[in-house]
């Protein structure tokens, strides 16, 4: 039954090895974009844009790591919850913090201007992290062996 909830969920720390996987692979295509677009001929809008996209859903991601047991829909609106902090943060200035937004991670993990349209990328990026999580773990649940009918099976050849 597609959509259908298993009768035991992925153990939680499968569930977190899993997104902690998925959010390494969209690091690097993060760091990719940021680093390889502009040499590619990538537009700006892609690589800005993109890179938020992309540190949006690693926040979803993430945050399914540490909280594996709740469902996407409360992740999600955590993920919401730091993305909109994060941006309106870059309306703070003090020295460390500007300082530190000057670093490369600094860059990556804050950012150093603020925008509404990066909320907008947030938003969609975190769209793409429920995607993403819902759609593998469709997959882990179709390729699961039923236990129930082997076990059937086994008494029925008894």
């Known amino acids: ?18 997104r902690a996987g998925l959010a390494a692979m969209v690091i690097v295509c993060g760091l990719s974009l940021r680093w390889y677009g502009f040499p590619l001929g990538l537009p700006a809008f892609v690589v800005k844009y993109g890179g ?43 020295p ?10 600094g860059a990556l993990l804050l950012g150093r201007i ?16 429920i995607c993403l999580d819902s759609r593998v773990a469709r997959n882990r649940i179709q390729h699961q062996p039923n236990t129930l009918n082997s076990q059937q099976a086994a008494s029925t050849r008894e």
């Open 1 to 18: 039954m597609r959509g259908a909830q298993p009768d035991q969920p992925v153990a939680p720390l499968l569930t977190s090895l899993i």
């Open 114 to 129: 603020f925008s509404l349209w990066n909320l907008v990328a947030y938003l969609i990026g975190i769209v793409v992290g």
């Open 52 to 94: 938020s996209l992309l540190w949006a859903t690693m926040v979803f991601l993430l945050v399914g790591v540490v909280l594996p047991r709740l469902s996407r829909m409360q992740i999600a609106a955590i993920a919401v919850i730091i993305a909109i902090i994060v941006e309106f943060s870059r309306l703070v200035h003090s």
């Open 96 to 105: 460390w913090l500007d300082a530190f937004r000057l670093t490369a991670a």
